[in-house]
C-alpha cells in the first residue's frame, strides 16, 4: 500500500481558467475527503464520498467546484472559471468507515500530498 | 457547532526540551480527537488517535492526553530534536448524520525547535 497520491502536486494557471485534480486513496478505503487549506490556517472541509456517494458539501464550495468519484475509487476535484481566492493547498484525505479493531466512531483519515494551486 | 482552537500559535524551543501544545474544542460530543504533524508545503502525517473512553495514547516520544468533559487535549512531546520543528494540527471529526467523519481543524501551533 502506497498511501494516498495527488496529482498534480503544484499547478499554476492564470484567473478564468479551468483546473482538475485527481486523488487516488487507499486502495480499501471507502470514504474520501477533500479539504482546502490557505497559509497559516487549518485545513476546511470540502466535501466528502462514501463509496462513490458524494455526502455532504460544504458552503465553501460554489458551483464553481465539482468533485466526482465515479467508480468509488480515485475522486477528482474541478475548479472551472479559476479566481486569485481559489489559491490554496488542496488536500485529499481517505480512511475506513468505523474504527478498526472495535474502535467507536469514525477511523483515522490518511493524508496525501496535496495539490497547491496558484492562481494568477 | 464545533470549533477548535490551539495554543500557542508558534514555539521556540532549544534541544531537548519538553514541552506541550494545547487543543480545545467547544462540543464535547466526540468520539476521538486526532494529532497530526504537516511539514511545510506538505500534507499531514497522522500521529496520534486518542478515543473519547481513553485518557492518554503514546507513540515513542509523544503522548497525547484527552479530557473530554473539559473539552481539552494536550500533545507532549519529550526530549525535543530539531526534526520535530513542524506544524501540528489537531481535529475533531463530527460523529453523526451525514457529516460523519468530517474534521474540524485548529490553526496549528508552529513549532521550531533549534541545535
Known amino acids: 500500500d502506497t498511501g494516498v497520491s495527488q496529482d498534480p502536486r503544484h499547478k499554476i494557471t492564470k484567473r478564468g481558467q479551468n483546473v482538475t485534480f485527481r486523488c487516488d486513496p487507499i486502495?480499501?478505503?471507502?470514504?474520501l475527503y477533500w479539504y482546502r487549506q490557505t497559509l497559516g490556517q487549518g485545513p476546511e472541509f470540502l466535501t466528502y464520498?462514501?463509496?462513490?456517494?458524494?455526502?455532504?458539501k460544504s458552503r465553501l464550495l460554489s458551483d464553481r467546484f465539482s468533485a466526482e468519484r465515479p467508480k468509488g475509487s480515485f475522486s477528482t476535484l474541478e475548479i472551472q472559471r479559476t479566481e486569485q481566492g481559489d489559491s490554496a493547498m488542496y488536500l485529499c484525505?481517505?480512511?475506513?468507515?468505523?474504527?478498526?479493531?472495535?474502535?467507536?466512531?469514525?477511523?483515522?483519515?490518511?493524508f496525501g500530498p496535496g495539490t497547491r494551486l496558484t492562481v494568477l | 457547532k464545533q470549533e477548535v482552537t490551539q495554543i500557542p500559535a508558534a514555539l521556540s524551543v532549544p534541544e531537548g526540551e519538553n514541552l506541550v501544545l494545547n487543543c480545545s474544542f467547544t462540543?464535547?460530543?466526540?468520539?476521538?480527537l486526532q494529532w497530526f504533524r504537516q511539514d511545510p508545503g506538505k500534507g499531514l502525517t497522522s500521529l496520534l488517535l486518542?478515543?473519547?473512553?481513553?485518557r492518554e495514547q503514546t507513540s515513542g516520544r509523544l503522548n497525547a492526553s484527552l479530557d473530554k468533559s473539559s473539552g481539552r487535549s494536550t500533545l507532549y512531546i519529550a526530549a525535543s530534536q530539531p526534526g520535530d520543528s513542524a506544524t501540528y494540527l489537531c481535529?475533531?471529526?463530527?460523529?453523526?448524520?451525514?457529516?460523519?467523519?468530517?474534521?474540524?481543524f485548529g490553526q496549528g501551533t508552529i513549532l521550531t525547535v533549534h541545535p
Open positions: 462540543d464535547s460530543a466526540i468520539y476521538n
Open positions: 486518542i478515543q473519547s473512553s481513553q
Open positions: 481535529a475533531v471529526p463530527y460523529a453523526g448524520g451525514t457529516s460523519y467523519g468530517k474534521l474540524t
Open positions: 484525505a481517505s480512511s475506513l468507515e468505523f474504527g478498526t479493531s472495535g474502535m467507536a466512531g469514525p477511523d483515522t483519515q490518511y
Open positions: 486502495s480499501e478505503h471507502n470514504r
Open positions: 464520498f462514501q463509496n462513490e456517494a458524494q455526502l455532504e
